[in-house]
């Protein structure tokens, strides 16, 4: 496992955190099943860990700044800057 594929799946789970973003809406978000949002953040050692993708994460970006959280409940959309 590389250290990018690391840095891109702390990043998710980074993002989530700073929005209040679940792993359903991830999975909502990106298309992906609940199960492999869940991969992407099992420990590395374990069989079930995925690697979040760059696109998967730059999507996620996207919906959060577009304001694209498609009526999610809980999602914090971060305030447009002046």
């Known amino acids: 496992m590389s250290k990018s594929e690391t840095s891109s799946n702390e990043a998710l789970r980074q993002l989530m955190e700073r929005h209040g973003l679940k792993q359903e809406h ?3 978000l990106t298309g ?27 999507s996620v970006r996207r919906a959060i700044e577009l304001g694209e ?12 800057k002046a």
């Open 32 to 58: 992906y099943s609940v199960e492999t949002v869940k991969g992407w953040f099992a420990s590395p050692e374990s069989t079930r860990y995925r690697t979040v993708r760059k696109p998967v994460l730059e």
């Open 69 to 80: 959280h498609y009526n999610l409940e809980g999602v914090k959309i971060p305030k447009p």
């Open 26 to 28: 991830v999975a909502a």
